[in-house]
């Protein structure tokens, strides 16, 4: 049974992955590049926690232990001992290809090495290590303690004995898991990329205003959000890489990423957490 897990990667989807963790009372080693990255991630987990306590639903007392749990370093050495690694850094195939080749030259040859893409290819992200076989996508929903879902994905070479390991890690972590094959986007960005794309493509040709669209996928599909909304929410950044990653993996001009999501990209208004998006914050 697993006890200790590696997380690379300590934003929103890391940190997520690091408290979701350590609250299921696994270890867990959380690397970020830099002191800073890992101050704001404990900063995220800790905010995240004592809402749970502010209402209740966890004593201080558990919220200590939980965070006890996490330990940070900006070393991937320190990874050495973990008996399985999510990677979690941003959605750039050449980033994550050379974490994982040191990763591969880091880890037990036995250890699963999991990647939290929402849209790279496993199997090419498989093939820059010695273990193809130990190699799977693990794709959880933001934000990482309130969503239960994880999209499991198998690689061309991902064996079964990783599969079921990965989705007993999962169920341990109170998910619950949906596999699926290596395709681009996998299911979830496949189906939800396009229609927030989509969403944008109506701002920009002037069907309707960003209020107006997003109140009729709320009012009339009875989404809780509405695409634009949750575009800014997961950031317009990541909804262009995942696009890309989309049309040049199907090569198909409906996954044409809008020119005014690039636009906004370029201004670097990427959402919420550049206060500017679709919406100003």
């Not at 209740?56 to 008996?83: F, M, Q």
């Not at 695409?227 to 800014?232: G, H, I, K, R």
Request: hydrophobic share 45%; proline share 4%; charged share 25%.
């Amino acid at each position: 049974m697993i006890s200790t897990i590696g997380i690379v990667g300590a934003g929103t989807m890391g940190s997520g992955i690091a408290q979701v963790g350590a609250r299921a009372g696994l270890r867990v080693v959380m690397r970020d590049v830099s002191d800073e990255f890992l101050k704001r991630g404990l900063a995220a987990i800790d905010k995240s926690l004592q809402r749970d306590v502010d209402k209740d639903r966890l004593t201080v007392e558990a919220k200590r232990e939980i965070v006890a749990r996490i330990r940070p370093t900006t070393s991937l050495d320190d990874l050495r001992d973990a008996e399985f690694v999510i990677e979690a850094v941003n959605e750039d195939l050449i980033v994550k290809s050379e974490i994982f080749r040191q990763l591969d030259g880091i880890t037990r040859p036995g250890v699963i090495l999991a990647s939290n893409t929402s849209s790279i290819s496993i199997t090419k992200l498989a093939a820059v290590t010695s273990r193809p076989d130990r190699f799977i996508g693990m794709h959880f929903m933001n934000p990482v303690p309130v969503m239960k879902l994880v999209e499991i994905v198998r690689g061309a070479a991902t064996s079964v004995a990783t599969y079921d390991a990965t989705q007993q890690l999962a169920g341990a972590m109170g998910k619950i898991s949906v596999e699926v094959n290596d395709s681009p986007g996998f299911v979830s960005n496949r189906v939800l990329m396009p229609m927030i794309n989509e969403a944008i493509f109506a701002v920009y040709e002037g069907v309707g205003t960003a209020g107006a669209i997003d109140e009729i996928m709320k009012l009339g599909m009875n989404h809780p959000m509405g695409p634009l909304e949750l575009a800014d929410f997961i950031g317009l950044d990541v909804c262009l890489a995942i696009m890309n990653v989309l049309y040049d993996g199907f090569d198909d001009s409906k996954y044409r990423p809008c020119p005014l999501l690039k636009k906004y990209v370029d201004a670097g208004w990427l959402g919420r957490k550049s206060g500017r998006g679709v919406y100003q914050y």
